[in-house]
Nanobody, 120 residues
């Protein structure tokens, strides 16, 4: 699975941004696609994920109610709508995909990151 993330940029606190992840190379019917982020000097952390079949979504507590993950089956795209952004959301955001029977630590596919900077 090849993944390409884009849509990052600079936004003021309280603003919105939408990230997109284009997936190719394999049918995603048995995959979970997710977003992770890594802030300077911090570990990479889970943000949100969506099961391709069924559309079940998962969110980190820190983004619940502010971020929404969605997908477009026809385009093989996954989106992360980020609202009410805070300076602490500043990070490089990565999209990733894993099989239903694997975990994010091993066996996952990762795209390149896209930088989101939230100014106060």
């Amino acid at each position: 699975v090849q993944l390409q993330a884009f849509g990052g940029g600079l936004v003021q606190a309280g603003g919105s941004l939408r990230l997109a992840c284009a997936a190719s190379g394999r049918a995603l019917s048995r995959y979970v696609v997710g977003w992770f982020r890594q802030a300077p000097g911090k570990e990479r952390e889970f943000v949100a994920a969506i099961k391709w079949n069924g559309g079940t979504t998962y969110y980190a507590d820190s983004v619940k109610g502010r971020f929404t993950i969605s997908k477009d089956n026809a385009k093989n795209m996954v989106y992360l709508q980020m609202n009410s952004l805070k300076p602490e959301d500043t990070a490089v955001y990565y999209c990733a995909a894993r099989g239903l029977d694997t975990n994010w630590g091993t066996g996952a596919y990762w795209g390149q990151g896209t930088l989101v900077t939230v100014s106060s």
